[in-house]
């Protein structure tokens, strides 16, 4: 059962619950317009003129970035591959030659030893092959890449 606000029924229905108020929306001033075209004959608005876009790609799509990622992932494989090769190759040779790991090299050193031992310095020598291509290959690009992100952020400012 619904409640009908017209003057043919003026009294409210008998129950616990009530409806909320009817508040009409208010009229639309004289001077508005619609954001439509009132009719479908009426000539369209013009659209905005547009900003020139600048020529030069995305600096996401720029051949720099690609170079970066390239030199980077060359650096991580030779620096993991160094560490992580030579720890390859000790754990199959104790494995598979132990007759090989046991020798002796000196008195109370066999060969087993002296390559565990080796492992330190040949991870020191990962370090700086990663330190050395940061410098040599990734730097310099990451440099160049940064420094046209300022002048791209420089021109859009200057707009």
Same mark, same amino acid.
């Given at each position: 059962?619904?409640?009908?606000?017209?003057?043919?029924?003026?009294?409210?229905?008998?129950?616990?619950?009530?409806?909320? !108020?009817?508040?009409?929306?208010? +009229?639309?001033? !004289?001077?508005?317009?619609?954001?439509?075209?009132?009719? !479908?004959?009426?000539?369209?608005? !013009?659209?905005?003129?547009?900003? $020139?876009?600048?020529?030069?790609?995305? @600096? /996401?799509?720029?051949?720099? &970035?690609?170079?970066?990622? *390239?030199?980077?992932?060359? %650096?991580? $494989?030779? =620096?993991?591959?160094? =560490? @992580? *090769?030579?720890?390859?190759?000790?754990? #199959?040779?104790?494995?598979?030659?132990?007759?090989?790991?046991?020798?002796?090299?000196?008195? *109370?050193?066999?060969? /087993? &030893? #002296?390559? *565990? &031992? @080796?492992?330190?310095?040949?991870? /020191? &020598? +990962?370090? +700086?092959?990663?330190?050395?291509?940061? %410098?040599?290959?990734?730097?310099?690009?990451?440099?160049?890449?940064?420094?046209?992100?300022? #002048?791209?952020? %420089? $021109?859009?400012?200057?707009?």
């Amino acid at each position: 059962m619904s409640y009908d606000p017209s003057p043919s029924y003026p009294v409210p229905p008998h129950h616990s619950y009530s409806t909320p !108020p009817h508040h009409p929306h208010p +009229a639309p001033s !004289p001077d508005s317009s619609p954001s439509y075209a009132t009719y !479908p004959w009426q000539p369209q608005p !013009p659209e905005p003129a547009r900003q $020139r876009q600048p020529r030069r790609a995305a @600096l /996401g799509h720029h051949s720099d &970035l690609r170079l970066l990622r *390239g030199a980077y992932r060359w %650096q991580r $494989r030779v =620096a993991t591959l160094t =560490a @992580l *090769g030579y720890f390859m190759l000790f754990l #199959l040779l104790s494995a598979f030659a132990p007759s090989f790991m046991t020798r002796s090299v000196s008195d *109370g050193l066999s060969v /087993g &030893l #002296l390559l *565990g &031992l @080796l492992q330190v310095p040949v991870t /020191g &020598l +990962a370090i +700086a092959l990663y330190e050395y291509t940061a %410098q040599h290959t990734v730097d310099p690009i990451a440099d160049r890449i940064r420094k046209q992100a300022d #002048l791209d952020d %420089q $021109r859009e400012s200057a707009r």
